[in-house]
């Protein structure tokens, strides 16, 4: 029994496997796109290594792939019959359980037996990073910042996660409202931790929610260095920085970014085809002509209908295939929505009934020019947004086209509230879509978002 980086004791004997495991647990917390090689190396030295084989399968859970779900399930087998081999402390078997309650969609119960493995290990940064993600993927912000919140405590300067643990503190904060605290902390962190990409963007959600463009381009211009080394979470920087130049009405910039970065590797994972749809969506609302670029999105978004994993997901690949005009495809995907809503013992079949369905609608119908129905089901879904998961600023694109979709509808009065909710959740601030769309529902014009920012 050896101890690790952050002081758990850990069943390897192995000095040399050990200091792998801890680099994977570091890589981890950074987003390193090295970090499975360093897992690979870990097992492959080390088959009975039961908890390494659960953390492999929770790693593939939350990747939102339905083929990983089988290799999530291999691994899951493999945990158990390391178990039969070698011997594992209860927070490694605690892990086991957490992956098959993932296995069994229910990711909220997952997260709560990982939370009950940090309440007891306080200093286990990798059970808070998991913690967290976990919440960060069913939406529950609240959390976020209580698990944060009640191991702070238990950590100092010295400890090997410090940065780590205020960047995801950073992050909380804000996704809570706190914005000047969420700023102060996020940039705090990144003196501990400088390749913290997570504690980054937390700070650049700071001036996206408080409509600061210019002062979160210079953030991240001053700190591309911290996100260099990621996997393909550096795509989703990159996009902030996009969003950033699209609200000072910077198109060429975000077309460069799109092209060379956001898209810069034509993946289908789910959140790289979020960022881009969003990204895309975003400017086709501002009256922007995006090309052909809905094309490749939709063609990998039509190998996705079947996934299921997270609605969040889901949703984006929907925006793909409406930009594409996909209509089969999207027919095929809100009807095994449908059929997935319909399984009761899930967490996920719960989101995907609700706001799942009512969404989907709403995106259908908004790309089919139907804007009272887009607005009416867009509207009825929005409550409830937050539990598709993401942050603020990635929901935001279904925020705006609800308001669109009501203005374009002409439900004035509904998509002004929407929009005044929608400012005061950013602290009263006024980002440039909004000012643009309080303006269209003060002087009532035909809606032209292209020649109303030409005016401005």
């Known amino acids: 029994m050896l101890t690790d980086v952050f002081g758990n004791d850990i069943s390897l004997s192995d000095t040399e496997i050990r200091d792998e495991w801890d680099k994977m647990q570091l890589g981890f917390l950074a987003h390193a796109q090295i970090t499975p090689t360093h897992l690979a190396a870990v097992l492959e030295r080390a088959p009975d290594f039961a908890y390494g084989h659960a953390i492999k ?30 011997a594992a402390t209860r927070r490694e078997k605690e892990f086991i359980r957490a992956l098959g309650l993932l296995l069994e ?13 940090l309440t007891e290990n306080p200093q286990d940064a990798l059970s808070m990073k998991i913690a967290h993600a976990l919440s960060f993927i069913v939406g529950d912000s609240v959390e976020m910042r209580r698990s944060i919140e009640g191991v702070l405590p238990a950590y100092d300067e010295k400890h090997a996660g410090y940065g780590y643990l205020l960047g ?52 991240l211009q001053e700190q591309e260095n911290a996100w260099s080394h990621c996997n393909n979470f550096r795509y989703h920087v ?65 190998q996705r209908t079947e996934d299921g994993c997270l609605i969040f997901a889901d949703l984006h690949y929907i925006l793909a295939l409406v930009g594409g005009d996909r209509d089969e495809a999207i027919k095929t995907m ?78 004035f009065t509904e998509a002004k509230r929407i929009l005044t909710e929608r400012k005061e ?32």
């Open 238 to 302: 990159w996009w902030h920085k996009a969003l950033m130049h699209l609200d000072q009405n910077q198109i060429d910039e975000v077309f460069a970014l799109y092209d060379t970065e956001i898209r810069k590797d034509k993946t289908d994972d789910y959140r790289d085809i979020s960022n881009a749809t969003s990204l895309l969506s975003r400017l086709e609302l501002e009256g922007i002509d995006v090309g052909n670029r809905w094309e490749e999105l939709a063609d990998l978004s039509e």
């Open 168 to 219: 995801c503190y950073a992050f909380a904060l804000e996704e809570t409202g706190d914005y000047e605290a969420a700023e102060r902390i996020g940039r705090k962190g990144m003196l501990y931790a400088p390749n913290d990409a997570w504690g980054l963007h937390a700070v650049a959600h700071v001036y996206d929610m408080t409509a600061d463009a210019p002062a979160g381009l210079q953030w």
């Open 334 to 411: 809100i009807s095994r929505m449908n059929k997935d809503a319909r399984t009761t013992d899930s967490e996920v079949a719960r989101a995907m009934a609700d706001p799942g369905l009512a969404a989907a609608a709403g995106l259908e119908a908004f790309g089919e020019a139907n804007y009272d129905a887009a607005f009416r089901n867009l509207a009825a879904a929005r409550a409830k947004m937050q539990q598709a998961g993401g942050s603020h600023a990635q929901r935001d694109v279904f925020e705006r086209l609800t308001i669109d979709a009501g203005i374009r509808g002409g439900h």
């Open 105 to 117: 969609g229910k990711p909220v119960q997952a997260r709560n037996v990982v939370q009950g493995i």
């Open 57 to 86: 399968g929770i790693f593939y859970m939350m990747l939102g792939r339905r083929e990983l779900i089988e290799a999530a399930r291999g691994a899951y087998g493999a945990a158990q019959e390391a178990l039969k081999a070698s």
């Open 425 to 456: 959740k950013r602290g009263g601030n006024e980002d440039r879509y909004a000012a643009v769309r309080f303006k269209m529902l003060t002087n009532g014009p035909d809606f032209d978002p292209a020649a109303l920012v030409a005016a401005e």
